[in-house]
């Protein structure tokens, strides 16, 4: 019997060993327990998983004032087109016998802030709007009173209608001149000395106006009714009175009537300045609308028809919550105002991959059009700070080349502490002016690969927390920390009664 014991007994110490090295082998492939301050994900799968740009439990998202779109076929296609006056032009005009029999009176004349030019005899003339050909005509239209058959010569010596403007992260700022008709972004990158290398997007800014307040008093009183005067964002001149002020819908209804009964739409189909109406989504804003006039007044519940994918933040379990399988969601980011104001201008907003473009995609060097306006999108600057249970607190600046995550500024700060908790994260982040909102944030779970990683923003505040148990656990690994083989740390003030004194040679020197 005593033999059938023991027997069990060295079998049970025989399992029991086994099963302490399976759990120590094993240990190194889950989570370290002991210190909640080591994190990771150590799987063997990969995962991909979203960055968010913005918390939407706590900022407010910016309605989109216009729509952002991609280059087409048609923005590289140049257009030549007779070149039309504009104040500050500077013209040459050249009469026939005006003043004096037998000779030509020459005039230089510059157009001034109205659109107008003074010549002698003929007083002021409307110059702004007309090509140098209709000038021509209508000053011999005038001639003709008195002018059997009146000589004119109308040449332009400096013209600035045809100027874009270029700002941003670019070393020359200003506006610029269209030199060409094929005249690309490249080209006015290169024009204003460059941007810097780490620079993501262009935007190309194209505008319409949509109300006589916002034209110049020249244009007052003008319809819209060519592809090119809606991309150069003018128009020709017209006899029809108009109000001073004019809704989107009485726009659309008399180009409706002056494209011959067409189908509706505010340019010709392949305009490469503003989108047609018909071929807009029903479901995103049209040209020249507000977000207001097409969304609804609810976010997006997970599950619906719209859901695009993404993370959201439940306000009841406190933790995020993916959504779909990829991308933040725009409509449940914040509900749409109805009585938002109506715009000026129809506006289209040409969004340029940089770092494509740079690279040789020549499908990106879009045809730069008259009045266009470049916005070179710089880096994201400022600061950002840390502090409570991390390595080096303090202040850290943004870089200038890459983006910011929360994990990877705790990376940069040093670490966690001895007896920090990650699952008590404080993010502090400037939601408006004077106006400032605080999130808990489990790094845990972003290192976990379970909850999305966060981009930081200028004056982000991150607070390592901690709690009651961290400093018992740090006293008990501080217990068991190993030094020679398996032998413990040996408290230095005990040592000498272990040892004996140290050796000396003070004193035996000969």
Same mark, same amino acid.
């Given at each position: 019997?005593?033999?059938?014991?023991?027997?069990?007994?060295?079998?049970?110490?025989?399992?029991?060993?086994?099963?302490?090295?399976?759990?120590?082998?094993?240990?190194?492939?889950?989570?370290?327990?002991?210190?909640?301050?080591?994190?990771?994900?150590?799987?063997?799968?990969?995962?991909?998983?979203?960055?968010?740009?913005?918390?939407?439990?706590?900022?407010?998202?910016?309605?989109?004032?216009?729509?952002?779109?991609?280059?087409?076929?048609?923005?590289?296609?140049?257009?030549?087109?007779?070149?039309?006056?504009?104040?500050?032009?500077?013209?040459?005009?050249?009469?026939?016998?005006?003043?004096?029999?037998?000779?030509?009176?020459?005039?230089?004349?510059?157009?001034?802030?109205?659109?107008?030019?003074?010549?002698?005899?003929?007083?002021?003339?409307?110059?702004?709007? +007309?090509? @140098?050909? #209709? !000038?021509?005509?209508?000053?011999? *239209? &005038?001639?003709?009173? %008195?002018?059997?058959?009146?000589? =004119?010569?109308?040449?332009?010596?400096?013209?600035?209608?045809?100027?874009?403007?270029?700002?941003?992260?670019?070393?020359?700022?200003?506006?610029?001149?269209?030199?060409?008709?094929?005249?690309?972004?490249?080209?006015?990158?290169?024009?204003?000395?460059?941007?810097?290398?780490?620079?993501?997007?262009?935007?190309?800014?194209?505008? +319409?106006? @949509?109300? #006589? !307040?916002?034209?110049?008093?020249? *244009? &007052?009183?003008?319809? %819209?009714?060519?592809?090119?005067? =809606?991309?150069?964002?003018?128009?020709?001149?017209?006899?029809?009175?108009?109000?001073?002020?004019?809704?989107?819908?009485?726009?659309?209804?008399?180009?409706?009537?002056?494209?011959?009964?067409?189908?509706?739409?505010?340019?010709?189909?392949?305009?490469?300045?503003?989108?047609?109406?018909?071929?807009?989504?029903?479901?995103?804003?049209?040209?020249?609308?507000?977000?207001?006039?097409?969304?609804? *007044?609810?976010?997006?519940?997970?599950?619906?028809?719209?859901?695009?994918?993404?993370?959201?933040?439940?306000?009841?379990?406190?933790?995020?919550?993916?959504?779909?399988?990829?991308?933040?969601?725009?409509?449940?980011?914040?509900?749409?105002?109805?009585?938002?104001?109506?715009?000026?201008?129809?506006?289209?907003?040409?969004?340029?991959?940089?770092?494509?473009?740079?690279?040789?995609?020549?499908?990106?060097?879009?045809?730069?059009?008259?009045?266009?306006?470049?916005?070179?999108?710089?880096?994201?600057?400022?600061?950002?700070?840390?502090?409570?249970?991390?390595?080096?607190?303090?202040?850290?600046?943004?870089?200038?080349?890459?983006?910011?995550?929360?994990?990877?500024?705790?990376?940069?700060?040093?670490?966690?502490?001895?007896?920090?908790?990650?699952?008590?994260?404080?993010?502090?982040?400037?939601?408006?002016?004077?106006?400032?909102?605080?999130?808990?944030?489990?790094?845990?779970?972003?290192?976990?690969?379970?909850?999305?990683?966060?981009?930081?923003?200028?004056?982000?505040?991150?607070?390592?927390?901690?709690?009651?148990?961290?400093?018992?656990?740090?006293?008990?690994?501080?217990?068991?920390?190993?030094?020679?083989?398996?032998?413990?740390?040996?408290?230095?003030?005990?040592?000498?009664?272990?040892?004996?004194?140290?050796?000396?040679?003070?004193?035996?020197?000969?």
């Amino acid at each position: 019997m005593s033999t059938i014991t023991v027997s069990s007994r060295r079998t049970a110490s025989r399992f029991a060993a086994v099963a302490l090295l399976g759990g120590v082998l094993a240990g190194c492939e889950v989570d370290n327990y002991m210190d909640p301050s080591k994190t990771g994900y150590f799987e063997f799968a990969p995962t991909t998983i979203p960055v968010l740009e913005r918390i939407d439990v706590i900022e407010e998202a910016e309605l989109p004032f216009a729509e952002i779109t991609q280059p087409t076929p048609e923005d590289l296609i140049p257009q030549s087109e007779a070149y039309r006056l504009a104040p500050s032009d500077i013209i040459r005009c050249e009469i026939y016998e005006l003043v004096e029999a037998g000779m030509t009176d020459i005039s230089v004349r510059t157009v001034d802030q109205s659109g107008q030019i003074r010549l002698k005899t003929l007083g002021n003339i409307p110059a702004a709007g +007309l090509t @140098l050909e #209709e !000038l021509k005509q209508e000053i011999v *239209d &005038r001639l003709r009173a %008195t002018i059997t058959d009146p000589l =004119v010569s109308i040449s332009l010596e400096q013209g600035r209608a045809y100027e874009y403007t270029i700002y941003g992260a670019i070393s020359g700022t200003g506006m610029y001149s269209i030199a060409r008709d094929d005249f690309r972004v490249m080209d006015a990158l290169a024009l204003s000395g460059g941007t810097i290398a780490s620079t993501m997007d262009i935007y190309v800014i194209r505008e +319409l106006p @949509l109300t #006589e !307040l916002v034209k110049p008093e020249y *244009d &007052r009183g003008t319809g %819209t009714s060519s592809k090119e005067e =809606v991309d150069r964002g003018t128009s020709s001149t017209s006899t029809t009175p108009v109000d001073n002020v004019r809704d989107i819908e009485a726009l659309i209804q008399d180009l409706e009537n002056t494209s011959g009964g067409g189908s509706p739409g505010m340019v010709a189909q392949d305009d490469p300045g503003l989108l047609d109406l018909d071929d807009v989504d029903p479901a995103s804003p049209a040209v020249g609308t507000t977000a207001a006039d097409t969304a609804p *007044d609810y976010r997006t519940a997970p599950g619906s028809d719209t859901e695009s994918g993404g993370y959201r933040f439940d306000q009841e379990q406190e933790v995020w919550v993916p959504v779909g399988g990829g991308e933040q969601m725009v409509e449940m980011m914040l509900p749409i105002e109805d009585d938002a104001p109506k715009r000026s201008f129809a506006t289209r907003i040409i969004q340029i991959d940089y770092q494509r473009l740079a690279r040789g995609d020549s499908d990106l060097n879009i045809i730069v059009r008259p009045g266009d306006r470049l916005y070179v999108e710089p880096p994201l600057t400022g600061v950002v700070y840390i502090d409570g249970e991390i390595g080096r607190p303090g202040v850290y600046q943004l870089p200038v080349s890459g983006k910011l995550t929360l994990s990877r500024l705790v990376a940069a700060a040093g670490g966690f502490g001895p007896i920090a908790i990650p699952e008590r994260v404080d993010l502090t982040r400037v939601v408006g002016n004077d106006r400032e909102s605080t999130i808990r944030v489990n790094l845990s779970a972003i290192r976990n690969r379970t909850e999305p990683d966060i981009y930081m923003q200028p004056d982000d505040h991150v607070n390592i927390g901690t709690n009651f148990w961290a400093q018992p656990l740090a006293v008990v690994r501080n217990g068991f920390r190993a030094t020679y083989g398996f032998g413990f740390l040996l408290d230095r003030n005990f040592g000498n009664d272990v040892f004996g004194p140290p050796p000396t040679n003070i004193g035996n020197f000969r």
